[in-house]
């Protein structure tokens, strides 16, 4: 059964750099859209980006277009946020999310997903 840990998280100025990392377990991600999604207390959860099986096509959300990256590596089963130009908006717990798919898509909505990691916190502060 497949299993996801998110890290990498962190307290971070405004305007810096953070890498997420979500490591799978027990099965290859090669066959697995993977999401990932932010939710601060008391607001639904939000989709941050998602990335097809194959990698080749990624969505980012608006709010986060031209400063978060998403990748996958197959080799180290890993896939990867990359996230710059950090503002205090962005301060949430971030998940990542897997669904096994034969076809090359993802989707930014949350009910898509059948596997979730436990979530790392980010904060956006000075």
């Known amino acids: 059964q497949l299993q996801l840990v998110e890290s990498g998280g962190g307290l971070v100025q405004p305007g810096g750099s953070l890498r997420l990392s979500c490591a799978g377990s027990?099965?290859?991600?090669?066959?697995?859209?993977i999401g990932w999604f932010r939710q601060v207390p008391g607001e639904e959860r939000e989709g941050v980006s998602c990335i097809s099986k194959s990698g080749i096509d990624t969505y980012p959300s608006e709010s986060v277009k031209g400063r978060f990256t998403i990748s996958r590596d197959s080799a180290k089963n890993t896939v990867y946020l990359q996230m710059n130009s950090l503002k205090p908006d962005d301060t949430a717990v971030y998940y990542c999310?897997?669904?096994?798919?034969?076809?090359?898509?993802?989707?930014?909505?949350?009910?898509?997903?059948?596997?979730w990691g436990q979530g790392t916190q980010v904060t956006v502060s000075s």
């Open positions: 027990g099965r290859t991600l090669d066959s697995y859209a």
């Open positions: 999310a897997a669904r096994p798919t034969l076809q090359t898509v993802c989707t930014l909505t949350n009910q898509w997903y059948r596997t």
